[in-house]
């Protein structure tokens, strides 16, 4: 076992150093092609190549939204209509006195920005296909505003899109100004992707609950998202204007906004150069089969639903080499206890967190019925009782998502607020859940900082751009990260993605991932359901090991042994009400206990 500890740094670097040429070398190449397409000197292809870094602008940004966060944002055209004619009509002195380009295009970023913020925020409280109609009827909106509002857009007729002076000029100079907005965008926001701000965002997409409970404020960051999204659509806009040279309503087509979306899904979610590709290719492949382009829609739900159906990760499972090395078959999971002490603080007195005559009804259900429960640091405390007798319920009830309809909650004496889930992490209060809550496209080690998310100090700008505190965030957490993976015993498995895990690593992972916020409680809910009996027994050593570094632990299980086995006190629910509490021999000799759940 001391062996793998020693060997693995000397393994992680070598791989770590090929990973970076795997990740990076697309990009060297990318960018090569781009710097050196102006030698054809084809006019023809340069203009297909700025369009190409143009939506790529827009898709950048959009990527966070889509691929990233998961919202559908199928509209998002709009920022591009915008940024278009905030730019056009400042160049061209519609409002006021004619702009700097430059100006006026910095203009229409902020445009982008604020109407970013304006559309997204709908997202904050309605799913899926309703915030996806309200950015499509925004896209519609911004369209007609652009037709009637003649003095400003030209309405119909249209308005000269604005022209860059040197450096930037049309022809070669513009298109190394695309060129270097496209880069810009493409850096920023693989920033923000690699960032701990990325992986919240990933994490609230596939694993809200989980997000949740490590501490990340959803509405806060995505509102930054927004921004930044609209930003870079209102900069495209700009650009777009120029290239087209004359703008008119009509140049804003849904099928833009449906090139930009479905780039992204073929791309794959969560990707920087998948997207990136996805962009290039649909915005290249009309222009190449020129007969075709009256069926480009048709060819673009034709493409996507091929990707979908043979490659659902999209072009960026093709390219994850790294993940389709195949696993060791007989993997074992060997917790490190005597690593904990490293990543738990010990903790100084007693703390407790104390249930008091909690009620909790689901329309006629008594899911919690005037319930007492108290954890304390440095003990193990056992919940059981049948199925529906209301211990994810209580579980739920102290990580904040529920509120109930009587009773307190409190923290060493003080008030918990109900209904506030994200900041429990605040007070190291970790869970991990009945059913692993995991990013299954993310690493294994990725999953495991997203627990460590509160930790981070660099604001979302700092993350933008990669500055100094964001990096020493990121090492931070990594450090952190592995030494959690080491203690649960999966840091072989760090660089694996989630979803090849099984039942039981995953189990394991949420351990790891709770262990990031150093919890003063950890709550446990059935972390031995699928698991051998020999991986239940080591988990039963590490739960225990973890109680005696001063965390109270709230174990929810069925399996009775581990319970007797671990526990210092244990509660028993039947119907949301407690049917006895005591030391674990008194449990198990509790007569209604024994004929009600135990069993004879
Ligand atoms: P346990 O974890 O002990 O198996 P739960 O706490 O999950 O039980 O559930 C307790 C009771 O509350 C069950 O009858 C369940 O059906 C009900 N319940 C739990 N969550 C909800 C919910 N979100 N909406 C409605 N009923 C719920
Ligand atoms: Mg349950």
């Given at each position: 076992?001391?062996?793998?500890?020693?060997?693995?740094?000397?393994?992680?670097?070598?791989?770590?150093?090929?990973?970076?040429?795997?990740?990076?070398?697309?990009?060297?190449?990318?960018?090569?092609?781009?710097?050196?397409?102006?030698?054809?000197?084809?006019?023809?292809?340069?203009?297909?190549?700025?369009r190409a870094y143009i939506y790529w602008v827009l898709s950048a940004g959009l990527n966070l939204v889509v691929g990233y966060a998961g919202q559908i944002a199928i509209g998002w055209v709009s920022m591009l209509t915008l940024g278009a004619y905030t730019t056009a009509a400042l160049a061209a002195g519609r409002i006021g006195p004619e702009w700097n380009p430059y100006l006026?295009?910095?203009?229409?970023?902020?445009?982008?920005?604020?109407?970013?913020?304006?559309?997204?925020?709908?997202?904050?409280?309605?799913?899926?296909?309703?915030?996806?109609?309200?950015?499509?009827?925004?896209?519609?909106?911004?369209?007609?505003?652009?037709?009637?509002?003649?003095?400003?857009?030209?309405?119909?007729?249209?308005?000269?899109?604005?022209?860059?002076?040197?450096?930037?000029?049309?022809?070669?100079?513009?298109?190394?100004?695309?060129?270097?907005?496209?880069?810009?965008?493409?850096?920023v926001t693989a920033n923000i992707g690699s960032s701990r701000y990325g992986r919240a965002l990933v994490a609230i997409r596939d694993a809200e609950v989980a997000a949740e409970a490590s501490g990340i404020a959803k509405p806060k960051l995505l509102i930054m998202v927004f921004l930044l999204a609209g930003a870079l659509g209102g900069v495209a806009g700009g650009l777009f204007a120029s290239l087209q040279s004359y703008i008119t309503p009509d140049a804003f087509t849904f099928e833009m906004s449906v090139l930009f979306f479905i780039a992204i899904l073929i791309g794959g979610r969560g990707s920087i150069?998948?997207?990136?590709?996805?962009?290039?290719?649909?915005?290249?492949?009309?222009?190449?089969?020129?007969?075709?382009?009256?069926?480009?829609?048709?060819?673009?739900?034709?493409?996507?639903?091929?990707?979908?159906?043979?490659?659902?990760?999209?072009?960026?499972?093709?390219?994850?080499?790294?993940?389709?090395?195949?696993?060791?078959?007989?993997?074992?999971?060997?917790?490190?206890?005597?690593?904990?002490?490293?990543?738990?603080?010990?903790?100084?007195?007693?703390h407790s967190i104390v249930l008091k005559d909690i009620a909790l009804h689901f329309g006629g259900v008594r899911a919690i019925d005037g319930l007492d429960l108290e954890i304390r640091s440095g003990e193990v405390h056992g919940l059981i009782g049948p199925n529906g007798s209301g211990k994810t319920t209580t579980l739920n009830v102290i990580s904040g998502y529920y509120k109930p309809k009587a009773g307190t909650l409190k923290l060493d004496g003080g008030?918990?607020?109900?209904?506030?889930?994200?900041?429990?992490?605040?007070?190291r209060i970790a869970r991990t859940f009945q059913t692993p809550r995991v990013v299954g496209a993310a690493s294994v080690l990725e999953n495991v900082m997203i627990g460590g998310t509160v930790h981070g100090q660099a604001t979302f700008a700092e993350a933008l751009l990669s500055l100094p505190r964001n990096r020493r965030d990121e090492k931070l957490l990594r450090a952190a990260a592995m030494q959690a993976l080491a203690t649960v015993g999966l840091e072989s498995l760090a660089d694996v993605r989630a979803d090849r895990l099984q039942h039981s690593e995953l189990r394991f992972m949420e351990i790891a991932r709770a262990l990031m916020l150093r919890p003063a409680f950890l709550m446990l809910d059935e972390p031995a359901a699928g698991l051998s009996p020999e991986e239940i027994r080591r988990l039963g050593d590490l739960i225990k090991a973890i109680s005696r570094e001063g965390t109270g632990v709230l174990l929810v299980e069925h399996h009775a042994d581990l319970i007797f086995d671990i526990c210092d006190r244990v509660t028993v629910l039947n119907l949301g009400k407690m049917l006895a509490a005591g030391t674990p021999n008194e449990i198990r000799s509790h007569r209604e206990v024994v004929s009600a759940y135990l069993g004879a």
């Open positions: 076992m001391t062996d793998t500890a020693a060997s693995s740094p000397a393994r992680a670097a070598g791989t770590s150093w090929l990973g970076w040429l795997e990740g990076k070398l697309s990009w060297i190449l990318l960018g090569l092609v781009g710097l050196l397409l102006p030698l054809l000197d084809d006019s023809y292809i340069g203009v297909i190549a700025q006026a295009l910095v203009a229409g970023g902020v445009m982008g920005a604020i109407f970013g913020v304006i559309v997204g925020l709908p997202a904050l409280r309605l799913r899926t296909f309703y915030f996806a109609m309200t950015t499509l009827g925004f896209a519609t909106i911004v369209t007609q505003v652009a037709l009637a509002w003649k003095d400003v857009t030209g309405g119909g007729v249209g308005t000269p899109g604005p022209t860059f002076s040197w450096p930037f000029e049309p022809g070669w100079g513009f298109y190394y100004f695309c060129f270097i907005l496209a880069a810009l965008a493409t850096w150069l998948g997207p990136a590709l996805g962009t290039i290719i649909l915005t290249a492949l009309p222009e190449f089969a020129a007969p075709l382009v009256q069926w480009s829609t048709f060819l673009y739900a034709a493409l996507l639903l091929l990707i979908v159906l043979l490659i659902p990760g999209g072009i960026a499972d093709l390219l994850d080499f790294k993940n389709r090395r195949p696993l060791e078959q007989h993997r074992e999971i060997a917790p490190r206890k005597e690593l904990l002490s490293r990543a738990l603080d010990k903790t100084d007195g007693r008030d918990l607020p109900f209904d506030r889930p994200h900041l429990r992490a605040n007070y």
